[in-house]
Each structure stands twice: as structure tokens, then as C-alpha cells.
């Protein structure tokens, strides 16, 4: 038996000692994945979304002025254009690793080739070729445009999914709470095993140093009752 118990004790251990461990990294995984969401992938995800915000507002300012000719319109272009650059810059700081990095630098360029074009559709209508400035804004500056969308897709997708892999459910505070409340029942169940064992040991060796009690006397025979009074 008490082999027995040994071994139950052990294996107990064991969990225990898995479970610390288990704990420990969900711990540390939680707390990098966490650091690297604050300094990395929120501010990405943030930057693309505000850069992708700001070119569709140039977007509108470029048919405003085509159909209008207002000026209000060109400083509005360029006021969010400063904001999508300056999204940029803040997305190539924040980014992690080459996807990040990659996905801003292809949408930051098939952007600015869309604004070059811009510029030079916007040339060809202070010039008094406005059939021309219009017709070259709905062919080849929006295929342009339709490009660089694609590819602010790709950089939100991308910011997406890091976000999504840092959320990952083995770093879950849920799930660390789960582990913290094993671990504290296997402990318990340790304890209360421990305590157990003491007791039955001690009680073991308790009735191991009882004195054996002393046997009555052999009662005389009748016959040596009588030599004895002789």
C-alpha cells in the first residue's frame, strides 16, 4: 500500500509540476504577444486603415474638381494626401516582420503612382482639356487606383491576421485563468494526499509501539491449591 501511495504521489507531483510549467509559458506567451500588440500590430493596423481612409477622401476630391474645377477641392487633395504619407511612415515604423513591412511598402508605391498620375490628369484640366483630364481619370488613373486599393486590401489583411495570431487561444487570459484554477486543485489534491499519508504513517506506527498487554495468570488446579496449603 504505501508503495502504492508513493507512486499515486508522484504522478501527482508530476501534474503539478507540467502544470507550473504550462502556466509559466502561457504567462510569458501572453505577456509578449500582448507587448507586441500594443508597439507593433495595433499601431499597423491603424496606420493602413487611416492611410486606406485618406486616399478614398482623395479619391473623391479628384472627381470633385474634374466635375467642379474648385480649388477647395485640390487643397483638400493635398491636405490628405500629408495624411497618407505620413500614415505610411508611421506603418513602416510599426511594422513586424518582412509580410508587414512588404505589404505597406507595395501599397505606399502603387499609391504614389496613382498620385502621379493625378497630378499630371489634373495638369491636362488647368490646361482647358477637360474631355481629356476626365477621360484619362476613368481609364488608366482609376486602374491605377483599383491597383493600389488591392494592395491596401493585402496590408489590411495582413494587419489582420497578426493581430488574429496574437490573440491566439493558448495566450487567452480565459485560458490562463483556467490553468491558474488546475493548477490550484492539483496542488490541493497534493496537499490533502500528503496529509493523509503523515496520517496513516503516524498511525501505523502508533499500534506498531502499543506494549502488549500482560496475560492473566494460569489459575492453580485444585490439587495444587491443596499441596500448596500442606
Given at each position: 500500500m504505501g508503495f502504492q501511495v508513493v507512486a499515486v504521489m508522484g504522478v501527482l507531483f508530476a501534474v503539478l509540476i507540467a502544470s507550473i510549467v504550462v502556466v509559466s509559458?502561457?504567462?510569458?506567451?501572453?505577456?509578449r504577444d500582448q507587448a507586441e500588440l500594443q508597439d507593433n500590430d495595433v499601431p499597423y493596423a491603424v496606420a493602413i486603415a487611416t492611410a486606406a481612409l485618406n486616399a478614398k477622401a482623395m479619391a473623391n476630391h479628384e472627381r470633385g474638381?474634374?466635375?467642379?474645377?474648385?480649388?477647395e477641392f485640390l487643397e483638400e487633395f493635398d491636405r490628405n494626401l500629408l495624411n497618407v504619407r505620413s500614415a505610411f511612415a508611421a506603418a513602416s515604423i510599426a511594422a513586424d516582420g518582412d509580410r508587414q513591412?512588404?505589404?505597406?511598402a507595395k501599397?505606399?508605391?502603387g499609391f504614389e503612382q496613382w498620385v502621379f498620375a493625378v497630378r499630371g490628369e489634373f495638369r491636362t484640366y488647368q490646361a482647358g482639356n477637360r474631355d481629356a483630364a476626365t477621360t484619362t481619370s476613368l481609364g488608366p488613373?482609376?486602374?491605377?487606383?483599383?491597383?493600389?486599393?488591392a494592395s491596401f486590401a493585402d496590408a489590411q489583411s495582413v494587419a489582420r491576421n497578426a493581430i488574429e495570431l496574437r490573440n491566439n487561444p493558448f495566450a487567452r487570459t480565459e485560458w490562463v485563468t483556467v490553468l491558474l484554477v488546475s493548477l490550484l486543485l492539483v496542488l490541493a489534491i497534493c496537499v490533502g494526499l500528503t496529509l493523509w499519508l503523515i496520517n496513516t504513517f503516524n498511525?501505523?506506527?502508533?499500534?506498531?509501539?502499543e506494549p502488549e498487554p500482560l496475560t492473566d495468570p494460569i489459575p492453580l488446579s485444585a490439587a495444587a491449591r491443596?499441596?500448596?496449603?500442606r
Open positions: 509559458m502561457s504567462l510569458v506567451s501572453l505577456g474638381y474634374l466635375i467642379s474645377g474648385s480649388k513591412v512588404d505589404a505597406a501599397a505606399h508605391a488613373v482609376r486602374s491605377l487606383r483599383k491597383s493600389y486599393e498511525s501505523a506506527f502508533d499500534v506498531q509501539e491443596k499441596s500448596t496449603h
